[in-house]
């Protein structure tokens, strides 16, 4: 299952490269493939295309609680809050 979710988030990049969103999946897709650096790049790519998407920051942050890095998550994840009034708890 999660192979084809690979390979539909890949086509989602490649068919689009400017949307957040498929950034934002396919870093959770290879996050949940044990393929952290290119997880992170893909939800860092996100960021950098919509840099006021709450989502996309929460998403890093918990990205990078994933890969035992929490310090970084916790400024991302205020962001988000920040940015989103209504921020699921």
């Known amino acids: 299952m999660l192979e084809r979710a690979l390979e ?6 490649a068919r689009d490269d400017s949307l957040s969103q498929a950034h934002t999946l396919l870093g959770w897709v290879y996050l949940s493939t ?4 290119e997880a992170l790049a893909e939800i ?3 960021v950098a295309l919509n840099p006021n998407d709450a989502g996309a920051y929460a998403r890093l942050g918990g990205a990078l609680i ?9 400024e991302l994840e205020e962001k988000a809050m920040r940015l989103d009034p209504h921020y699921p708890p």
């Open 66 to 74: 994933f890969v035992g890095r929490p310090g970084e998550a916790i």
């Open 44 to 46: 860092k790519r996100a």
């Open 34 to 37: 044990n393929r952290e650096a």
């Open 8 to 13: 539909l988030t890949q086509q989602a990049v």
